[in-house]
C-alpha cells in the first residue's frame, strides 16, 4: 500500500505485532495521531507464544478486551480438554495426568502444580479477576488487537519495510520501500532483528546463545512414542502438548546456522527424535513453524533522541512462559500514555526518561530469570543435579508459590515516591458498591481517580485535570484513595482523609497528569 509522502503523523510504530498493537491503541486513546508500519504483507501465522500473564491480561481488562481474551481461553480449554481426554485413552486405566484448569505455567519445563499454589496469597488473591484470559495464544491475541486497533481508526500499512532514518531534533524522516515518511516520533516494535535499533545506532549487548528451539504443531503418526508433558536427555529436551499436535525442541550445541530459513518438517522430526530418542514420525507441520535460540541481549537504550524501542526490539531471550510477550505488552502500556502525552504538548519530553528508568529493570530481571532456565535444561550431570535440587523446591508449598506469583507477574513493581504499600504496584481488583471494579470505569484510557472521602475531597480537587484524569466516587472504605495511570501502576494512594491527603494528591496530579485545565501557566512535572 502507499503511503503519501507528505504524510505527518504524530507517532509512527514500525512493527505491527502485539506490542506494536497495543503501542499504537495507547497512543490513539491519549489524542495522538498514529499509524504502524509492517514489513510484513500478511500477519504472521508461525507459532509463537502460548499464553499471556495477568499484567497483560490486566491490560487487556483495563480497554473492555477482557470478555474476548476470556472467551479465547474457553475455546482452547475446550481443545485440550479434547487432547487430553484423548491422551487418556491411549493410556491403560488412564494414565495421564488431567490437566489443571488454573494456568500455572513452568519453570524449566518443570509444570508448576496447581494444587501446590497458596490461591490465597495477598497478591494472587488482589489480581484474580483476570485469571480467565491467561491462555491466550499470540496469534489469537494479535487478532483481537488488531480488531481493537481497526475500531480506533488506526491505518495499518503492511509491505512496508524501513530502510532508513533521520532523527531532526523536531521529527524524524523515516525512508520505507514506500517512500519517505515525515513523523514526530518513531517507535520500533520490529522484533530482536530490529531495523530501527540497528538504523539509530543503538546498541544492543548481551550473552550469545547456546542452544536451537523449536516450537510446532504437527500431525504424529505414533504419539504413543512420546511422554505427556517435558522430558529431559542428554541431548537437551522436548514437551508433547498440552494443545492437540503441540511440540517444542530444545538442543543444546550453538545457534541456529540460518534463524530465518523455513522449518521444514524433516528438519522438525529429527530434532524431535533426537531429544526423544525414539523413532516417532511426523506426517504433516499444521501451519508455519519456529525455530529459536537463547540469546539474550538487552538494548543500550530504550530512547535515543526522538527513536524509542518497544518489545523485542529492547530485549530479547529465551521463550519460555511467553515472557517476552507480556514483557514487551508492558513496554507498549508503560510508553504509550507517556508518548501520547508528550505528543499532545501537556508533558515535557522528560516523562520520557521515566520509560527508560521503569522498564529497564523488569527487563534486565526477566533475561536472568530466562538464563537460570537454561542452566537448569541442560543435559549435563551438574545441571540434571540442579534440576532435583530445583525440582525438590518446586514440589513445596511456598516454592510452588513463589514461582508463580513470579510467572503471573503479579509482583512487578515501580519505584515512585510514596510509602503507601499499593505505589508502584499494578492497581488491584477494587470492587465498588455497584459492583463494577475501578478498571471497568477506564475502558477509554486516561488516569483514574477512585474517590472513597465522605465530601469527594478528592474528586473536587481532580476536577481541575478534567480530560485527563476520570474520578470514581464509592462508599467510604481503605484504600479511601487511589491515582491510576493508564497503564495500570498506581501513582499515588492513601488511607486517610484530609490536608496531608489532599495535598499528597495535589503533587501526584502535578507530577504525572501536567498542568491543571484551567491553570496553563503552571510547567508540569516531568
Same mark, same amino acid.
Given at each position: 500500500?502507499?503511503?503519501?509522502?507528505?504524510?505527518?503523523?504524530?507517532?509512527?510504530?514500525? %512493527?505491527?505485532?502485539?506490542? +506494536? =498493537?497495543?503501542?499504537?491503541?495507547?497512543?490513539?486513546?491519549?489524542?495522538?495521531?498514529?499509524?504502524?508500519?509492517?514489513?510484513?504483507?500478511?500477519?504472521?501465522?508461525?507459532?509463537?507464544?502460548?499464553?499471556?500473564?495477568?499484567?497483560?491480561?490486566?491490560?487487556?481488562?483495563?480497554?473492555?478486551?477482557?470478555?474476548?481474551?476470556?472467551?479465547?481461553?474457553?475455546?482452547?480449554?475446550?481443545?485440550?480438554?479434547?487432547?487430553?481426554?484423548?491422551?487418556? /485413552?491411549?493410556?491403560?486405566?488412564?494414565?495421564?495426568?488431567?490437566?489443571?484448569?488454573?494456568?500455572?505455567?513452568?519453570?524449566?519445563?518443570?509444570?508448576?502444580?496447581?494444587?501446590?499454589?497458596?490461591?490465597?496469597?495477598?497478591?494472587?488473591?488482589?489480581?484474580?479477576?483476570?485469571?480467565?484470559?491467561?491462555?491466550?495464544?499470540?496469534?489469537? =491475541?494479535?487478532?483481537?488487537?488488531?480488531?481493537?486497533?481497526?475500531?480506533?481508526?488506526?491505518?495499518?500499512?503492511?509491505?512496508?519495510?524501513?530502510?532508513?532514518?533521520?532523527?531532526?531534533?523536531?521529527?524524524?524522516?523515516?525512508?520505507?520501500?514506500?517512500?519517505?515518511?515525515?513523523?514526530?516520533?518513531?517507535?520500533?516494535? /520490529?522484533?530482536? &532483528?530490529?531495523?530501527?535499533?540497528?538504523?539509530?545506532?543503538?546498541?544492543?549487548?548481551?550473552?550469545?546463545?547456546?542452544?536451537?528451539? &523449536?516450537?510446532?504443531?504437527?500431525?504424529?503418526?505414533? @504419539?504413543?512414542?512420546?511422554?505427556?508433558?517435558?522430558?529431559?536427555?542428554?541431548?537437551?529436551? #522436548?514437551? #508433547?502438548? @498440552?494443545?492437540?499436535?503441540?511440540?517444542?525442541?530444545?538442543?543444546? %550445541?550453538?545457534?541456529?546456522?540460518?534463524?530465518?530459513?523455513?522449518?521444514?518438517?524433516?528438519?522438525?522430526?529429527?530434532?524431535?527424535?533426537?531429544?526423544?530418542?525414539? *523413532?516417532?514420525?511426523?506426517?504433516?507441520?499444521?501451519?508455519?513453524?519456529?525455530? $529459536?535460540?537463547?540469546?539474550?541481549?538487552?538494548?543500550?537504550? #530504550?530512547?535515543?533522541?526522538?527513536?524509542?524501542?518497544? %518489545?523485542?526490539?529492547? &530485549?530479547?531471550? @529465551?521463550?519460555?512462559?511467553?515472557? +517476552?510477550?507480556?514483557?514487551?505488552?508492558?513496554?507498549?502500556?508503560?510508553?504509550?500514555?507517556?508518548? %501520547?502525552?508528550?505528543?499532545?504538548?501537556?508533558? @515535557?519530553?522528560?516523562? =520520557? *526518561?521515566?520509560?527508560?528508568?521503569?522498564?529497564?529493570? =523488569?527487563?534486565?530481571?526477566?533475561?536472568?530469570?530466562?538464563?537460570?532456565?537454561?542452566?537448569?535444561?541442560?543435559?549435563?550431570?551438574?545441571?540434571?543435579?540442579?534440576?532435583?535440587?530445583?525440582? /525438590?523446591?518446586?514440589?513445596?508449598?511456598?516454592?510452588?508459590?513463589?514461582?508463580?506469583?513470579?510467572?503471573?507477574?503479579?509482583?512487578?513493581?515501580? *519505584?515512585?515516591?510514596?510509602?503507601?504499600?499499593?505505589?508502584?504496584?499494578?492497581?488491584?481488583?477494587? $470492587?465498588?458498591? /455497584? +459492583?463494577?471494579?475501578?478498571?471497568?470505569?477506564?475502558?477509554?484510557?486516561?488516569?483514574?481517580?477512585?474517590?472513597?472521602?465522605?465530601?469527594?475531597?478528592?474528586?473536587?480537587?481532580?476536577?481541575?485535570?478534567?480530560?485527563?484524569?476520570?474520578?470514581?466516587?464509592?462508599? &467510604?472504605?481503605?484504600?479511601?484513595?487511589?491515582?491510576?495511570?493508564? *497503564?495500570?501502576?498506581?501513582?499515588?494512594?492513601?488511607?486517610?482523609?484530609?490536608?496531608?491527603?489532599?495535598?499528597?494528591?495535589?503533587?501526584?496530579?502535578?507530577?504525572?497528569?501536567?498542568?491543571?485545565?484551567?491553570?496553563?501557566?503552571?510547567?508540569?512535572?516531568?
Amino acid at each position: 500500500m502507499n503511503i503519501d509522502v507528505n504524510q505527518d503523523v504524530d507517532v509512527t510504530v514500525v %512493527g505491527a505485532g502485539p506490542v +506494536g =498493537l497495543v503501542l499504537a491503541a495507547e497512543l490513539a486513546l491519549s489524542g495522538a495521531t498514529v499509524q504502524v508500519l509492517e514489513r510484513r504483507a500478511e500477519p504472521d501465522e508461525a507459532m509463537k507464544a502460548v499464553s499471556i500473564n495477568l499484567p497483560t491480561a490486566e491490560a487487556l481488562d483495563r480497554r473492555g478486551l477482557l470478555p474476548a481474551a476470556e472467551q479465547v481461553q474457553r475455546e482452547l480449554l475446550e481443545r485440550v480438554g479434547s487432547f487430553a481426554r484423548m491422551a487418556d /485413552d491411549q493410556q491403560p486405566g488412564g494414565g495421564r495426568r488431567a490437566r489443571e484448569s488454573r494456568f500455572t505455567g513452568h519453570f524449566a519445563g518443570m509444570i508448576l502444580d496447581a494444587e501446590l499454589v497458596d490461591w490465597s496469597d495477598a497478591d494472587l488473591a488482589a489480581h484474580a479477576a483476570a485469571a480467565g484470559a491467561r491462555m491466550v495464544p499470540q496469534r489469537e =491475541l494479535e487478532e483481537l488487537l488488531a480488531g481493537h486497533v481497526a475500531r480506533l481508526g488506526i491505518p495499518v500499512y503492511r509491505g512496508v519495510e524501513v530502510t532508513a532514518l533521520e532523527d531532526t531534533g523536531d521529527g524524524v524522516l523515516v525512508g520505507t520501500t514506500a517512500g519517505t515518511v515525515r513523523t514526530g516520533w518513531l517507535v520500533g516494535c /520490529d522484533g530482536g &532483528h530490529s531495523a530501527v535499533r540497528r538504523l539509530a545506532g543503538i546498541g544492543f549487548p548481551g550473552t550469545d546463545p547456546e542452544l536451537t528451539g &523449536h516450537l510446532a504443531v504437527v500431525d504424529i503418526a505414533d @504419539p504413543d512414542k512420546l511422554g505427556d508433558g517435558w522430558a529431559w536427555s542428554a541431548r537437551g529436551a #522436548y514437551r #508433547y502438548g @498440552p494443545q492437540p499436535g503441540r511440540v517444542v525442541t530444545v538442543e543444546f %550445541g550453538g545457534a541456529p546456522a540460518d534463524r530465518s530459513a523455513p522449518v521444514t518438517l524433516e528438519e522438525l522430526q529429527t530434532s524431535l527424535r533426537r531429544v526423544s530418542g525414539t *523413532d516417532v514420525t511426523l506426517n504433516a507441520l499444521r501451519g508455519a513453524a519456529t525455530r $529459536w535460540s537463547d540469546n539474550a541481549r538487552q538494548a543500550a537504550t #530504550y530512547r535515543s533522541g526522538r527513536v524509542l524501542l518497544a %518489545g523485542d526490539a529492547a &530485549h530479547v531471550h @529465551p521463550p519460555f512462559g511467553g515472557q +517476552g510477550l507480556n514483557l514487551g505488552v508492558g513496554d507498549a502500556m508503560n510508553l504509550g500514555w507517556k508518548l %501520547g502525552a508528550v505528543a499532545a504538548g501537556w508533558a @515535557p519530553e522528560g516523562l =520520557l *526518561d521515566t520509560y527508560d528508568a521503569e522498564r529497564r529493570p =523488569l527487563g534486565a530481571w526477566v533475561l536472568d530469570w530466562t538464563r537460570a532456565q537454561i542452566a537448569v535444561l541442560r543435559g549435563d550431570a551438574k545441571s540434571a543435579a540442579l534440576r532435583e535440587v530445583v525440582g /525438590d523446591l518446586l514440589s513445596t508449598r511456598d516454592g510452588t508459590t513463589y514461582a508463580v506469583k513470579k510467572i503471573s507477574g503479579v509482583t512487578q513493581r515501580i *519505584d515512585l515516591p510514596g510509602d503507601h504499600p499499593l505505589v508502584g504496584r499494578l492497581v488491584p481488583d477494587l $470492587w465498588l458498591r /455497584d +459492583g463494577s471494579r475501578l478498571v471497568d470505569h477506564g475502558h477509554s484510557g486516561g488516569f483514574l481517580l477512585l474517590d472513597r472521602t465522605a465530601d469527594g475531597a478528592f474528586a473536587r480537587l481532580a476536577a481541575a485535570w478534567a480530560g485527563r484524569v476520570s474520578s470514581v466516587t464509592d462508599d &467510604h472504605a481503605t484504600p479511601t484513595g487511589v491515582l491510576v495511570r493508564p *497503564d495500570g501502576v498506581v501513582a499515588w494512594a492513601c488511607d486517610t482523609t484530609g490536608i496531608a491527603a489532599v495535598t499528597g494528591l495535589e503533587a501526584a496530579l502535578h507530577r504525572w497528569t501536567g498542568a491543571p485545565s484551567s491553570s496553563p501557566e503552571h510547567e508540569p512535572v516531568g
